[in-house]
């Protein structure tokens, strides 16, 4: 359990309670309406909040709670307070401590989700929400243990009471042990005697190192990362489930994507739809029409749009911690992010350009195999970009020549 404690940043009587808390909603499900049960749970999910964070972080998720149920009727007016208070408040350093890593999470996730659900009351037009609803999609319990799955607000309502007491229960059982069991190897890889994580100790002993074992650090380190990801994000898929919510898994087996769209359409999946629908149906559907002749090149447009889009989340993720006034690390970031959007945008463009012109990949998993280990290695090394554990990005090239025999 210290363990899951030191990865989740919570101790072993508060992820107690909050599996406790899942139960006997779950159970709870049954014998109310579905008004009331949104009502309790959304008040045990403020009741775990007041139990986890400062109370001034306590009041920015209820005040903005507040404002966007008041604001819903105005998405336009709703964009403009996630954009002008909200994330300039996140981003001021008086909310967040350097080293409070689950509030962070917490905070990143229900920005995402904010912009989901004013996004569609605005712009696709869906059903607007009660005051119930709106609490329970924000305050839950399946959402209040950091890093979560950014569900949209119309599977959220429509997934609801789906499933009966007794399948809930075994599919969110079955959905928490495997989330567990990964974060469990995660640790296990993380605290291993030798280097298996690419972090600022490999950096310091890469002289010491043959590129063999230099490669086994980065594709363990990718290995690591999606079991992080995964337990995380499965363990609010888990709540949800217990729910009675019928609802996709966040990720389909992403380590054997035989392409790089492929990998892209089964990672982080409710993300995914997310910038999707924000920045490259819009996109292709409407060049498509005016452009009909050439799509190849509006699904680049839509392309590189939408890794923009994903770009300017990701300087939320990453860079919620950076002091405002600390340039240089400012920089490295940017850099860092244009590096990585970049090759992924021309990653997922050339995919899509060559499925449009030659049809779409042989079924057969053995001539998939090439394709399953390139995407799995162009991804080991891209998300080093991003995710470095204090390694800076200057070092990264030292760690690159070592591997090719330059270093």
């Not at 999707?276 to 060049?287: D, G, H, M, Q, S």
């Not at 799509?295 to 890794?307: C, R």
């Not at 991804?379 to 690159?400: H, K, N, Q």
Request: glycine share 8%; charged share 15%.
């Amino acid at each position: 359990m210290q363990g899951l404690e030191a990865i989740l940043g919570l101790s072993t009587t508060v992820l107690g309670a909050w599996f406790a808390g899942l139960l006997v909603l779950a159970v709870a499900r049954v014998a109310v309406t579905p008004t009331v049960f949104k009502a309790l749970a959304a008040s045990a999910g403020l009741g775990f909040l007041a139990w986890t964070l400062t109370p001034v972080q306590l009041a920015l998720v209820l005040g903005s709670t507040s404002v966007l149920y008041g604001l819903r009727e105005h998405p336009r007016v709703a964009a403009g307070f996630l954009a002008l208070v909200l994330l300039p408040i996140l981003f001021s350093g008086q909310v967040l401590g350097d080293d409070d890593r689950f509030a962070s999470l917490l905070f990143v996730i229900y920005f995402k989700k904010a912009c989901y659900r004013t996004w569609e009351t605005g712009v696709a037009k869906s059903e607007t929400p009660d005051l119930a609803e709106t609490a329970y999609y924000f305050l839950s319990m399946p959402f209040v243990l950091g890093k979560a799955a950014v569900v949209s607000p119309t599977e959220w309502r429509m997934g609801f009471a789906q499933v009966g007491l007794k399948d809930a229960l075994l599919s969110g059982a079955r959905t928490a042990a495997t989330a567990l069991g990964a974060l469990a190897v995660f640790y296990l890889m993380s605290r291993a005697s030798v280097h298996l994580l690419v972090d600022r100790d490999l950096v310091r002993g890469l002289d010491e190192l043959t590129w063999p074992w230099i490669w086994l650090a980065v594709t363990a380190n990718w290995v690591a990362i999606f079991l992080f990801r995964f337990g995380h994000d499965q363990l609010s898929i888990a709540g949800a489930r217990l729910f009675g919510h019928r609802i996709r898994d966040n990720y389909e087996n992403p380590l054997m994507a035989r392409d790089y769209a492929e990998f892209w359409r089964h990672w982080n999946i409710h993300f995914r739809d997310m910038v999707v629908r924000f920045f490259y149906f819009p996109v292709v559907l409407r060049l498509n029409r005016s452009q009909p002749k050439k799509k190849i090149w509006n699904l680049g447009a839509a392309v590189v749009l939408t890794f923009t889009g994903h770009a300017a989340f990701m300087l939320l993720a990453r860079g919620i911690h950076l002091p405002i006034w600390d340039g240089e690390a400012w920089l490295e970031l940017a850099i860092a992010l244009a590096i990585y959007e970049t090759f992924e945008a021309l990653f997922v463009w050339l995919t899509l350009a060559w499925q449009l012109r030659r049809g779409r990949r042989p079924a057969g998993w053995l001539r998939a195999i090439p394709g399953i280990v390139l995407t799995f290695h162009a991804r080991a090394f891209l998300v080093l970009l991003v995710l470095r554990s204090g390694v800076r990005l200057a070092d990264l090239g030292e760690l690159f020549g070592r591997m090719v025999g330059l270093g």
